[in-house]
């Protein structure tokens, strides 16, 4: 067994059997389920199926995400097998890309932004509540495939203590570059936490998928 495999996968909103839309949810580190979930709450979106995988101790991958990538080996690659494996059981329940929605916070939104640019495709959306790609300054990023259009939502703030807006902004650029309909916003000021005007736009991919 890998790092991270064998923890609960939480399921919120409805059933995969009667879902058309799933988005996978990824908690920040030293969070749970539960604080990411209560984004789902605040999104309020009734036709989605929410999932929630837990991270081993709470925590993806243990050093910062600028860090050299090795350091946070063998943890960062169970974290994107986890993402891999519950992408693969959806494909084969016959749910397409177009109908999955990937979305984190911090830590979380760093892995979603990770697996991304690793998977690029036409997802239904990915939302990336403060965060960015994974690895030192100086990383350049190229992986083949093309979003084809996904919308792909980056929020963050100019002083957040944990993801630069700089890496924010270079994973924007990143994104746009393959194929995608970057959203990108900084927020003055704001604390590590995820705003109401982020939600909305959330909101509005999801509600793009759903309808």
């Given at each position: 067994?890998?790092?991270?495999?064998?923890?609960?996968?939480?399921?919120?909103?409805?059933?995969?059997?009667?879902?058309?839309?799933?988005?996978?949810?990824?908690?920040?580190?030293?969070?749970?389920?539960?604080?990411?979930?209560?984004?789902?709450?605040r999104?309020?979106?009734?036709?989605?199926?929410?999932?929630?995988?837990?991270?081993?101790?709470?925590?993806?991958?243990?050093?910062?995400?600028?860090?050299?990538?090795?350091?946070?080996?063998?943890?960062?690659?169970?974290?994107?097998?986890?993402?891999?494996?519950l992408?693969?059981?959806?494909?084969?329940?016959?749910?397409?890309?177009?109908?999955?929605?990937?979305?984190?916070?911090?830590?979380?939104?760093?892995?979603?932004?990770?697996?991304?640019?690793?998977?690029?495709?036409?997802?239904?959306?990915i939302?990336?509540?403060?965060?960015?790609?994974?690895?030192?300054?100086?990383?350049?990023?190229?992986?083949?495939?093309?979003?084809q259009?996904?919308?792909?939502?980056?929020?963050?703030?100019?002083?957040?203590?944990?993801?630069?807006?700089?890496?924010?902004?270079?994973?924007?650029?990143?994104?746009?570059?393959?194929?995608?309909?970057?959203?990108?916003?900084?927020?003055?000021?704001?604390?590590?936490?995820?705003?109401?005007?982020?939600?909305?736009?959330?909101?509005?991919?999801?509600?793009?998928?759903?309808?």
């Open positions: 067994m890998h790092h991270h495999e064998g923890q609960p996968l939480v399921v919120r909103g409805r059933s995969l059997e009667e879902s058309h839309a799933v988005a996978i949810m990824m908690h920040g580190r030293g969070r749970t389920t539960d604080d990411i979930l209560e984004l789902a709450n999104i309020g979106n009734s036709a989605f199926t929410y999932l929630a995988p837990t991270a081993k101790d709470n925590t993806w991958y243990p050093y910062g995400f600028m860090e050299a990538i090795e350091k946070n080996e063998p943890f960062l690659s169970s974290a994107l097998a986890i993402y891999d494996a992408i693969g059981q959806l494909l084969e329940k016959g749910f397409s890309k177009q109908q999955i929605i990937l979305l984190g916070f911090s830590q979380g939104a760093c892995l979603t932004a990770e697996y991304a640019v690793r998977h690029a495709d036409r997802y239904g959306g939302v990336l509540f403060t965060g960015g790609l994974i690895g030192p300054p100086g990383t350049s990023w190229h992986y083949p495939g093309s979003f259009g996904t919308p792909i939502f980056l929020g963050t703030s100019d002083i957040d203590g944990f993801v630069p807006r700089e890496r924010v902004q270079e994973s924007a650029a990143i994104f746009e570059q393959m194929g995608a309909q970057v959203i990108e916003r900084v927020y003055p000021g704001m604390d590590h936490i995820v705003n109401d005007d982020e939600i909305a736009i959330a909101q509005a991919i999801m509600q793009a998928v759903s309808a």
